[in-house]
């Protein structure tokens, strides 16, 4: 047994020091939506004594700990709540952004009361998700909490985060510490270091190894559960675990050994690890223009290396060892030119790449990388004190620094950099183009050495055929793959009847945004339109179009309560009332009461609001909106028409401008652009109006021990989604899609499904079924017989409440959630 303990303790250690290759930032498409209510009882209790850190390197007691186990291995330094010796242990990994990790939040405290610390241990994994952009400033807030101040600091922190989710933002996180015992000034410097970020990079790795795919993920002594389960879910798991652990102690095991053991018994119930993606395409030359960028490097050179990097980056700075080695090896074959792409939550990598523009705006090309190289080197200190001393020491006018930092003064140069980043996909930092092609992340020598090695073999063909070596880049990027363009849409033009806000009507960019009053995302983007209104003066206008999703209970009654507003008190009401809807997106916050309240103080004549609701006075208006969006093909909120661009989701405001100023460039539209034109009148579709309140939908029946059972019945049912390409069976002639980019698309909405989005969500964001999205994909119960083979054998291999993987059929690549 002592030998076990020592491989388990060793395994620990090594899995510590596994790391992520890239940084990654929030990518460009629309999260799911989904209800953000705070648990009332998401507080968990201080952690008892014994496991409380001190601070940063405090060991104490750390010789008493039990085995930590091999397979979800728990160590002393993890912010663990109970007692270290509990026989049942849960490992969750967590998103501090996720409003499912925040229901499960109300589920452990509801566990915590029935079992107590001394039957429940309960330990904490760093898991923040790429598209929720204030996840890992607020995880690597909280570790820095635990760092300095211990288990029971953290806790308190973490307790803060989930009942002030709104607020996720770094003036809230140094309160926050202050309130949890940290003394705010120790934490703020550590967290503007990112002394702790390796700690969040750490969890993230070892998540993804033992399968963590989403948020929330939790190991129940080794035992897999997926999400926001039920509370009696886990009571089963719990219960049984505590019979297993009597049952080893009976048996002569002692207290320290028995996470250990039963988390190795557990591991085989656990399923394996997705199978990993398909390694990324580096045989595809992208268009990658230098556009003026400063090169280290001849002219002449036959290899161009082109990095998007972030100042701020640990896996950037790590690069930088093997762009040596490289330059080292190849000399003047190789040239390597710097793109600037900050990412959002690294806050000093924007005014450090002002620094280094500016370094080379005074002092020419060399003292861009003399900055670069500099910058790297003090990564951890990119305080605005730390820039002005770094300023000095390279010989460089303060005064200007100072100034360009602060005025953005080379902002335009960044935001270039950024776009061109966004369309080619270079998502995250580093990302490397090798004369066009593609290398994410920090990647040994070996891989950039096989493709230099053929792009030199072929840079000396064209050399030997009469091109001169100066112009090869530019030879070789004649060939290459250009971005696609950007989505377009053809929308009728609105009238007096929408309501709008900014310049008059008829201004040179009209933006038509579709939005759902329950839709967080919607909700979220309104301060970045308010933004990009004042950022352009009389030349931009944004018009209202409702969009209340189905799966939004309360939506349809927000929606027609505004038209009513709008009425009474014209657009400046409609927002003010919109305004006053915000406020709180809970289904209560936009019940019939509060509504009529909420009318109240905005100043409407409620009596008249009341009876415009119950006559039903509005729907047609709403209705009219929604099959417009259907027309355009927009199922999802919020999503813009920027004039005739299209744009999803709640992007952030240098986005929203990027679209801004192309359409006040109103470039022509190239056919194979063209998404949907709804330009022509049509009647509307609907004769009824949808309820204002839709009932919730049943709860699933308990999951059969097989799905046979309910085959026997005679009678199945699903919910699904089905991504189609050009030829498959019905497919309507605006998909064009190959067979494998349908496939890819799938996949992408599998792993939405794995990272805790609602299946209705996803159906409606993804599916090619015509209605799919306001039946949620929902295809009620049907006999045996009533589907294709392959559709039906996947539904009998599901128990009820459980999705498919990709499944194939004529009718193209399907996502299945069996019902009954």
Known sequence: ????????????????????????????????????????????????????????????????????????????????????????TMVIWGDFECPFTSRLMATLALLQEQYGPDKLRVVWRHNPLPFHKNARPAHLAAETVLRLGGAGAFWKFHALAFRNQRYLEPQS??????ESGVDPSAFQTAFDQQRFAANVDADLAFGKKVGVTGTPATFVNGIFLSGAQPITRFQELIDAELKEAAALRRSGIDPEHVYAELSERNREKTPPPPPSSPPPDTTTAWKVPLAGSPARGKSSALVTIVMFG?????????????????????????????????LPFHPRAEPAAEFAIEAGAQKGEAAFWKAFQALFDTQERL??????????????????????????????????????????????????????????????REQFEAIIDEEITKAEKLVAGGTPA???????????KAPAPLERLLAPAPTKDNPGKGAPAGAAVTIQMFADFQCPFSKRVQADVEQ????????????????????HRQAQLAAEASVEAFRQKGEAGFWAFAA???????????????????????????????????????????????????????????????NDYFMSGAQPLRTQ??????????????????????????????????????????APPAPASTASAATAAGRMGAKHLVVMYAGSKRAPAHVTRTRAEALARAEEARKGLAAGASFEDIVAQYSDEPGAAQRGGDLGTFPRGAMVREFEEAVERLSVGQTSGVVETPFGFHLILRTQ
Request: charged letters at 25%; aromatic letters at 6%; glycine letters at 6%.
């Open 1 to 88: 047994m002592s030998h076990a303990r020592g491989r388990r303790r060793a395994a620990l250690v090594s899995t510590v020091l596994v790391l992520l290759a890239a940084c990654a930032p929030p990518p460009s498409v629309q999260p799911a939506t989904a209800n953000q209510d705070k648990p009332e009882r998401g507080a968990l209790a201080v952690p008892a004594p014994e496991t409380a850190d001190e601070g940063e390197g405090a060991a104490e007691g750390a010789a008493a700990f039990p085995d930590p186990g091999t397979f979800i291995p728990v160590g002393p330094k993890d912010p663990i709540w109970g007692n270290v010796l509990a026989p049942v």
């Open 173 to 178: 996180f140094t309160a926050w510490a202050a």
């Open 310 to 342: 972030d100042f701020q980056c640990p896996f950037t700075k790590r690069s930088l060892t093997t762009i040596a080695e490289l330059e080292a090896k190849y000399g003047d074959k190789l040239r390597l030119v710097f793109k600037h792409n900050p």
């Open 383 to 444: 305080a605005d004190a730390d820039l002005e001393n770094l300023a000095i020491a390279l010989g460089l006018d303060v005064k200007r620094v100072k100034k360009a930092i602060a005025s953005h003064a080379h902002v335009a140069r960044i935001e270039g950099d950024q776009d061109l980043a966004e369309d080619l996909k270079a998502s995250g930092t580093p990302h490397f183009f090798v004369n066009g092609r593609r290398l994410i992340g920090a990647q040994p």
């Open 470 to 480: 100066a112009q090869i880049y530019d030879a070789l990027q004649k060939d290459a």
């Open 532 to 551: 990009l209104l004042a950022a352009y003066p009389g030349k931009v206008r944004v018009v209202w179009r409702h969009l209340p999703l189905p799966f």
């Open 580 to 642: 006053r809807l915000w406020e709180d997106q809970s289904e209560q916050g936009l019940s019939r009461p509060s509504i009529e309240r909420k009318a109240a103080e905005a100043g409407l004549d409620v009596a008249k609001l009341s009876a415009a609701l119950d006559a039903r006075t509005h729907w047609k208006v709403v209705q009219a909106d929604r099959e417009l969006a259907e027309r355009l093909k927009i199922f999802g909120t919020p999503a813009f028409v920027i």
């Open 657 to 698: 401008k990027r679209y801004v100023a192309k359409a006040l460039r109103r470039e022509p539209i190239a056919p194979d652009t063209l998404k949907a034109d709804a330009r022509k009148p049509a009647p509307l579709v609907a004769t009824t109006p949808p309820p204002l309140s839709p009932p919730p939908s049943p």
